[in-house]
């Protein structure tokens, strides 16, 4: 079996036991996506093999780049999987596969953190143990939830362009992104090549027919923002609507500003047709807190996103 035939072999494997795994044509839209994937520059694919040569592991990773900091990736694993077998540990394979995504993040000279996303991952619990076991932090969740058609919250407007954005508020939200940025674990990266302007450009300059950009309003003044995109889960073939940023000054966080937010990230979801909306966090902020409140509002938790640092080479650029 060639290299290709075993990568696309396990991510079929990986949509048949995931729970988000589409009830037919599952191998087809495996074999297609994963076609796609393996003919790109921007993807990393990592194939696990014991000693027989046979294939019991594969991780495929994204190269993305810093909102903030154009300087600076990412390298971030949105599927990852073992083959159980019943001779053998997981545990050896799993930390094996693990280490070789750390590594090629190191080989990368722009590399600065890994991501690794259990967003689908059959056995959630065991992946987290071995990303702990591997000194990774818990930096975000991901939390599904079904559109229901409600009205929307008058405290929170949702601009469909920047033009609609009065200067106010467009300073409000440039206020709120950096403080986002602050408090958040990307503050790692220092100030020096920060681009606040270029995080509020990807909260509301790309606006367009399937994004949403979501302000909520206390006293006049923006307060939180909730921004999002639709986007197809290739694997489940699911359509949602996936927040990009999420956040709420520490004041009004847990009142009725957040569940307002996310009424209206609902309701937007139902508006762009989307078949579920997905909230996600990685910015290190309150993430058990958040994770409990999405819980009780009702969404199911899917995933959690893992982050390790990747500490800069001698005389590397940063």
């Known amino acids: 079996m060639t290299h290709d035939a075993q990568v696309t072999s396990l991510v079929a494997e990986l949509l048949q036991k995931s729970p988000l795994a589409p009830p037919q044509g599952g191998a087809l ?15 990393l694919t990592l194939l696990l093999r014991d000693a027989s040569g046979h294939a019991v592991g594969v991780a495929l990773c994204q190269y993305i780049t810093y909102e903030v900091d154009s300087q600076n990736r990412i390298l971030k694993c949105k599927h990852f999987y073992v083959r159980e077998t019943s001779h053998r540990s997981l545990f050896s394979p799993g930390l094996l596969l693990i280490d070789a995504i750390v590594e090629a993040a190191r080989r990368s000279p722009y ?13 959630i619990e065991g992946l987290q143990a071995l990303l702990r ?16 058609p409600v009205r929307r919250p008058m405290d929170v407007q949702r601009f469909r362009s920047r033009d609609e ?23 790692f990266l220092g100030s020096k090549n ?21 302000v909520a309003y206390a006293s006049r003044q ?11 889960i290739p694997l489940a073939r699911l ?9 709420v000054l520490p004041k009004w966080r847990g009142s009725h500003i957040t569940r307002q937010l996310l009424d209206s990230f609902a309701l937007t979801a139902n508006e762009l047709g989307a078949s579920a909306s997905l909230l996600g966090t990685s910015s290190s902020i309150n993430t058990d807190r ?16 893992f982050s390790y640092s990747i500490d800069p080479a001698p005389g590397a650029r940063t």
């Open 111 to 123: 590399v600065r953190e890994v991501f690794i996303v259990t967003f689908g991952t059959p056995d």
């Open 194 to 214: 920060i681009d606040f302007d270029g995080l509020l450009d990807c909260n509301v300059a790309a606006l367009n027919a399937g994004s949403c950009c979501l």
């Open 290 to 305: 958040v994770c409990k409140y999405l819980d009780i509002r009702g969404y199911r938790h899917a995933g959690d996103v």
């Open 29 to 43: 839209v495996a074999q297609a996506w994963t076609h796609e994937v393996l003919g790109s520059r921007y993807w």
């Open 165 to 187: 954005i009065d200067g106010a508020t467009l300073d409000d939200l440039s206020k709120l992104a950096t403080a986002l940025f602050t408090e958040s674990n990307r503050a």
């Open 222 to 232: 923006a307060v939180g923002f909730l921004t999002g995109q639709v986007q197809t």
């Open 133 to 148: 076991r591997r000194a990774f932090r818990r930096i975000g969740t991901q939390h599904l939830g079904r559109p229901v």
């Open 239 to 247: 359509v949602v609507l996936q927040s990009s940023y999420l956040y």
